[in-house]
C-alpha cells in the first residue's frame, strides 16, 4: 500500500494512496474468515461454515467491508505519519478521491484538525473605557419610578374624564355578527389606559369617558389573533365605567427601603439609594458592553490572530449563508443557480471573507475559554432558557424542549461562554 500524507496548514491534511486488488482481496479472505466463526448459514454448524460458502453468500458485501477496511488502515497509518491523534480531529474524514480500476483504487482523504492558536497578550485587544456614572437626579428618578410601582389604585374623587394612565375599572362583553363570544366577558376588570393590553383601539376609545357611563367601542381584532374565529373580525363591545384609580402617593423614606430590601435590619433609604445607584451602574455597563465594547474587542481579536482554519467548517458556514440568502430569493432565482454551477460558485464567494471571520471567532473564543477555565454547564444553560421564556410569558419546559429538537442547545451555550469570556476581559480594563 503505497501511502503519502501531505500536512498543507495547521489545520487542514490530506492522505493519498494506492490500494492494491490483493490487499483488498487479503481484506476479503480476512473478513470472511472472521465472519465463517460467527454466521449462521442453513446447513452448517455455526462456527463450521466454509469461507468459500461465505464469500458466495455475501459477495459484494464482503468486497464493500474489505475497501472499507483498507481504508481505515490508510487513514490510520496517514494519520500515524502525520503525528496526528484521533481527538485532534474536527468533523468526520472527508473521502474526495475514490477512483476504482482493475487491478487498484487510488484514494484521497481531506482531514481537517483543531487549529493551534498561540493568544498572545489578549489584553492588548481589549479597549479602555470608563465605567459609566450615574448622576443622583437619575438614581433619585429610579427610586421614585419604584416606589410608584409600590403605590396602590386609589379612586378618583372627582368624576372626571379619564386619560392615559387612569385605570379604568370595567364591565365588558364582546359581540361578533351581533351575537355574544366567548372569551369576551369580564366584570370588574382593571385596564390601565396606555399599557396596550387590549386589542388595539379599545383602550383609545375609553379616553374621555367618565365614571359610571356605558359605551360601545368598535375594534377589529388583528389578523393573527389566537382564535380563528375571531382573526381579523370586526367586534363590538358594551363596556360600562365602573370606577377610575390612580396610582396614590408613596413616602420615599426608610420603610420603603426595607420593602425592597427584605431581609436586611440595616435597610435605609440611604442603603437603597446606594444599592439601587450600583444596579444602574451595572445596567449602563452592560449596555455598553453589548452594544460597543464587545464587538469591537472580538473584532479586534479576530483582525489580530492569525491561525489556520480547517476548510471544511469554512464550507459548512458559506453553506447555512447561501440557504439562508436562497430562502429570500425567488424560485427563478433558485432554478439559475441550480442549473450554472458557476453562478452558485460566485454566490458562494461573496459570503467567503465573512465566513471565515466568523469561524475564526468562534475558534478564539473556544481557545480563550479554555484558557481561563470559562465553561457554561447544562444546569446554567437550562437556567437560562427558562428564565428567558419566563419573561417572554412562555412555558419554561417546553421551550428548552423545542431547543433541544432544534439542535440549538450547543449554539446558546456558545453564545453564553463567549459572553462570559468578553465580560471578563472587559472587566479587567474597567477604569473607575
Given at each position: 500500500m503505497?501511502?503519502k500524507?501531505?500536512k498543507i496548514?495547521g489545520?487542514?491534511?490530506?492522505i493519498?494512496?494506492?490500494?492494491?486488488t490483493d490487499?483488498?482481496?487479503?481484506?476479503?479472505e480476512k473478513?470472511?474468515?472472521?465472519?465463517s466463526?460467527?454466521a449462521n448459514?442453513?446447513g452448517?454448524?455455526?462456527g463450521?461454515?466454509?469461507?468459500?460458502?461465505i464469500?458466495?453468500q455475501y459477495?459484494?458485501?464482503?468486497?464493500?467491508?474489505?475497501?472499507?477496511?483498507?481504508?481505515?488502515?490508510v487513514?490510520?497509518?496517514?494519520l500515524?505519519?502525520?503525528?496526528i491523534?484521533?481527538e485532534?480531529?474536527?468533523?468526520?474524514?472527508?473521502?474526495?478521491?475514490?477512483?476504482?480500476?482493475?487491478?487498484?483504487i487510488?484514494?484521497?482523504i481531506?482531514i481537517?484538525t483543531r487549529?493551534?492558536?498561540e493568544?498572545?497578550?489578549v489584553?492588548?485587544?481589549?479597549?479602555?473605557?470608563?465605567?459609566?456614572?450615574?448622576?443622583?437626579k437619575d438614581?433619585?428618578a429610579?427610586?421614585?419610578e419604584?416606589?410608584?410601582g409600590?403605590?396602590p389604585?386609589e379612586?378618583v374623587?372627582r368624576?372626571?374624564?379619564m386619560?392615559?394612565g387612569?385605570t379604568a375599572?370595567i364591565?365588558?362583553?364582546?359581540?361578533?355578527?351581533g351575537e355574544?363570544?366567548?372569551?369576551?366577558?369580564?366584570?370588574g376588570?382593571e385596564?390601565l389606559l396606555?399599557?396596550g393590553?387590549?386589542?388595539?383601539?379599545f383602550?383609545?376609545?375609553?379616553?374621555g369617558?367618565?365614571r359610571d357611563e356605558e359605551v360601545?367601542i368598535?375594534v377589529t381584532?388583528?389578523?393573527?389573533y389566537?382564535?380563528?374565529?375571531?382573526?381579523?373580525k370586526p367586534?363590538m363591545?358594551k363596556?360600562k365605567?365602573?370606577?377610575i384609580k390612580?396610582?396614590?402617593e408613596?413616602e420615599i423614606?426608610?420603610?420603603?427601603a426595607?420593602k425592597f430590601?427584605?431581609?436586611d435590619?440595616?435597610?435605609n433609604?440611604e442603603k437603597l439609594t446606594s444599592?439601587?445607584k450600583?444596579?444602574?451602574?451595572?445596567?449602563?455597563?452592560?449596555k455598553?458592553?453589548n452594544?460597543?465594547?464587545k464587538?469591537?474587542?472580538l473584532?479586534k481579536?479576530?483582525?489580530?490572530l492569525?491561525?489556520?482554519?480547517?476548510?471544511?467548517?469554512?464550507?459548512?458556514?458559506i453553506?447555512?449563508?447561501v440557504?439562508?440568502?436562497a430562502?429570500?430569493?425567488?424560485?427563478?432565482e433558485?432554478?439559475?443557480l441550480r442549473e450554472n454551477?458557476d453562478k452558485l460558485k460566485?454566490l458562494r464567494?461573496t459570503?467567503r471573507?465573512?465566513?471565515?471571520r466568523?469561524v475564526?471567532?468562534t475558534?478564539i473564543?473556544?481557545?480563550?475559554a479554555?484558557?481561563?477555565g470559562?465553561?457554561v454547564?447544562?444546569?446554567?444553560l437550562m437556567?437560562t432558557?427558562?428564565f428567558?421564556?419566563?419573561?417572554?410569558?412562555?412555558?419554561p419546559?417546553k421551550v428548552y424542549e423545542?431547543?433541544?429538537e432544534?439542535?440549538?442547545?450547543?449554539?446558546?451555550?456558545?453564545?453564553?461562554?463567549?459572553?462570559?469570556v468578553?465580560?471578563?476581559l472587559?472587566n479587567k480594563?474597567?477604569e473607575?
Amino acid at each position: 500500500m503505497d501511502i503519502k500524507s501531505n500536512k498543507i496548514n495547521g489545520a487542514n491534511a490530506e492522505i493519498t494512496a494506492t490500494i492494491s486488488t490483493d490487499e483488498v482481496s487479503a481484506n476479503v479472505e480476512k473478513i470472511a474468515k472472521q465472519l465463517s466463526k460467527t454466521a449462521n448459514v442453513q446447513g452448517f454448524r455455526k462456527g463450521k461454515v466454509p469461507v468459500a460458502v461465505i464469500k458466495q453468500q455475501y459477495g459484494q458485501k464482503l468486497v464493500e467491508d474489505a475497501e472499507s477496511e483498507s481504508l481505515r488502515q490508510v487513514l490510520n497509518q496517514g494519520l500515524d505519519e502525520l503525528g496526528i491523534k484521533n481527538e485532534e480531529l474536527i468533523g468526520e474524514p472527508t473521502i474526495s478521491k475514490f477512483d476504482k480500476s482493475d487491478d487498484k483504487i487510488e484514494v484521497a482523504i481531506k482531514i481537517a484538525t483543531r487549529p493551534a492558536i498561540e493568544l498572545g497578550d489578549v489584553d492588548a485587544c481589549t479597549p479602555d473605557f470608563k465605567k459609566p456614572e450615574i448622576k443622583d437626579k437619575d438614581v433619585t428618578a429610579r427610586i421614585k419610578e419604584l416606589a410608584e410601582g409600590q403605590a396602590p389604585l386609589e379612586s378618583v374623587k372627582r368624576n372626571r374624564k379619564m386619560k392615559e394612565g387612569d385605570t379604568a375599572v370595567i364591565d365588558f362583553e364582546g359581540f361578533l355578527d351581533g351575537e355574544a363570544f366567548d372569551g369576551g366577558a369580564a366584570q370588574g376588570h382593571e385596564l390601565l389606559l396606555g399599557s396596550g393590553q387590549f386589542i388595539p383601539g379599545f383602550e383609545d376609545q375609553l379616553i374621555g369617558v367618565k365614571r359610571d357611563e356605558e359605551v360601545e367601542i368598535n375594534v377589529t381584532f388583528p389578523e393573527n389573533y389566537g382564535s380563528d374565529k375571531l382573526a381579523g373580525k370586526p367586534v363590538m363591545f358594551k363596556v360600562k365605567v365602573n370606577d377610575i384609580k390612580v396610582k396614590g402617593e408613596v413616602e420615599i423614606d426608610d420603610e420603603l427601603a426595607k420593602k425592597f430590601l427584605p431581609g436586611d435590619e440595616e435597610a435605609n433609604l440611604e442603603k437603597l439609594t446606594s444599592e439601587v445607584k450600583k444596579a444602574m451602574e451595572q445596567e449602563e455597563l452592560g449596555k455598553l458592553y453589548n452594544e460597543e465594547l464587545k464587538p469591537k474587542l472580538l473584532e479586534k481579536l479576530v483582525d489580530s490572530l492569525n491561525f489556520d482554519l480547517p476548510d471544511f467548517v469554512v464550507e459548512q458556514e458559506i453553506d447555512m449563508a447561501v440557504n439562508k440568502k436562497a430562502r429570500e430569493m425567488s424560485e427563478d432565482e433558485i432554478n439559475e443557480l441550480r442549473e450554472n454551477a458557476d453562478k452558485l460558485k460566485e454566490l458562494r464567494e461573496t459570503f467567503r471573507d465573512e465566513a471565515a471571520r466568523s469561524v475564526k471567532a468562534t475558534f478564539i473564543i473556544d481557545a480563550l475559554a479554555q484558557d481561563m477555565g470559562v465553561s457554561v454547564n447544562e444546569q446554567e444553560l437550562m437556567q437560562t432558557i427558562y428564565f428567558e421564556a419566563m419573561q417572554m410569558g412562555q412555558d419554561p419546559q417546553k421551550v428548552y424542549e423545542q431547543y433541544k429538537e432544534a439542535g440549538y442547545l450547543p449554539a446558546v451555550q456558545m453564545s453564553m461562554v463567549e459572553d462570559r469570556v468578553l465580560t471578563t476581559l472587559l472587566n479587567k480594563k474597567i477604569e473607575e
